[in-house]
Protein backbone atom coordinates (compact mmCIF):
# COMPACT_ATOMS: atom_id res chain seq x y z
CA UNK A 1 0.00 0.00 0.00
CA UNK A 2 1.48 3.32 -0.92
CA UNK A 3 2.36 5.57 1.66
CA UNK A 4 0.25 9.09 2.11
CA UNK A 5 1.51 11.72 0.22
CA UNK A 6 3.66 14.85 2.31
CA UNK A 7 0.85 16.98 3.94
CA UNK A 8 2.73 20.08 3.81
CA UNK A 9 2.77 18.82 -0.77
CA UNK A 10 -0.71 18.36 0.30
CA UNK A 11 -1.40 22.03 1.30
CA UNK A 12 1.03 23.92 -0.88
CA UNK A 13 -1.10 22.09 -3.54
CA UNK A 14 -4.73 22.32 -2.30
CA UNK A 15 -3.67 26.64 -1.88
CA UNK A 16 -1.70 27.20 -5.37
CA UNK A 17 -4.51 25.04 -7.20
CA UNK A 18 -7.96 26.24 -5.41
CA UNK A 19 -8.11 22.36 -4.84
CA UNK A 20 -9.74 20.48 -2.00
CA UNK A 21 -6.86 19.08 0.37
CA UNK A 22 -8.64 15.38 -0.83
CA UNK A 23 -8.28 16.20 -4.32
CA UNK A 24 -5.28 17.63 -3.77
CA UNK A 25 -3.83 14.10 -2.15
CA UNK A 26 -5.41 12.24 -5.40
CA UNK A 27 -3.56 14.41 -7.71
CA UNK A 28 -0.37 13.66 -5.92
CA UNK A 29 -0.75 10.47 -5.77
CA UNK A 30 -1.79 9.97 -9.49
CA UNK A 31 1.30 11.74 -10.53
CA UNK A 32 4.02 9.91 -7.97
CA UNK A 33 1.88 6.28 -9.64
CA UNK A 34 2.24 7.66 -13.41
CA UNK A 35 5.99 8.15 -12.69
CA UNK A 36 6.65 5.27 -10.72
CA UNK A 37 6.20 3.26 -13.79
CA UNK A 38 9.12 0.95 -14.44
CA UNK A 39 11.13 1.45 -17.90
CA UNK A 40 10.46 -1.58 -18.98
CA UNK A 41 6.41 -1.32 -18.89
CA UNK A 42 6.84 1.86 -20.00
CA UNK A 43 8.82 1.12 -23.41
CA UNK A 44 5.95 -1.34 -23.61
CA UNK A 45 2.96 1.04 -23.44
CA UNK A 46 4.70 3.52 -25.57
CA UNK A 47 5.37 0.76 -28.82
CA UNK A 48 1.98 -0.43 -28.13
CA UNK A 49 0.69 3.02 -28.32
CA UNK A 50 2.57 4.53 -31.19
CA UNK A 51 2.04 0.72 -33.20
CA UNK A 52 -1.53 1.39 -32.28
CA UNK A 53 -1.35 4.46 -35.00
CA UNK A 54 0.67 2.82 -37.40
CA UNK A 55 3.65 3.91 -36.85
CA UNK A 56 6.50 1.88 -37.65
CA UNK A 57 9.10 0.05 -35.74
CA UNK A 58 12.44 1.42 -36.36
CA UNK A 59 10.37 5.13 -36.41
CA UNK A 60 9.05 4.10 -32.47
CA UNK A 61 12.33 2.86 -31.47
CA UNK A 62 13.88 5.99 -32.52
CA UNK A 63 11.22 7.96 -30.46
CA UNK A 64 11.05 6.13 -27.38
CA UNK A 65 14.87 6.71 -27.27
CA UNK A 66 14.65 10.39 -27.38
CA UNK A 67 11.65 10.08 -24.97
CA UNK A 68 13.32 8.00 -22.16
CA UNK A 69 16.08 10.48 -21.20
CA UNK A 70 13.82 13.49 -20.37
CA UNK A 71 11.29 11.25 -18.86
CA UNK A 72 11.30 10.35 -14.85
CA UNK A 73 10.83 6.27 -14.55
CA UNK A 74 10.96 4.16 -11.53
CA UNK A 75 14.47 2.71 -10.84
CA UNK A 76 14.66 -0.73 -11.34
CA UNK A 77 14.80 -2.97 -8.48
CA UNK A 78 18.72 -3.80 -6.98
CA UNK A 79 20.23 -6.00 -4.77
CA UNK A 80 21.95 -5.69 -1.76
CA UNK A 81 24.95 -6.89 -4.14
CA UNK A 82 24.04 -4.42 -6.48
CA UNK A 83 23.86 -1.58 -4.36
CA UNK A 84 27.24 -2.46 -2.75
CA UNK A 85 28.40 -2.69 -6.50
CA UNK A 86 27.32 0.83 -7.23
CA UNK A 87 29.21 2.15 -4.24
CA UNK A 88 32.48 0.42 -3.89
CA UNK A 89 32.90 -0.52 -7.14
Known sequence: MPAAPDPEL???IAASTGLSAAEAARVIEDVVAFHAEPVEQYVRRRHAHLKTYGAR??????????ELPTRV????????RQLRR???G
Not at 57 to 66: C, K, L, P, T, V
Not at 73 to 80: G, K
Open 86 to 88: IVY
Open 10 to 12: VTR
Open 57 to 66: NAEIFARIAQ
Open 73 to 80: VAAPELSE
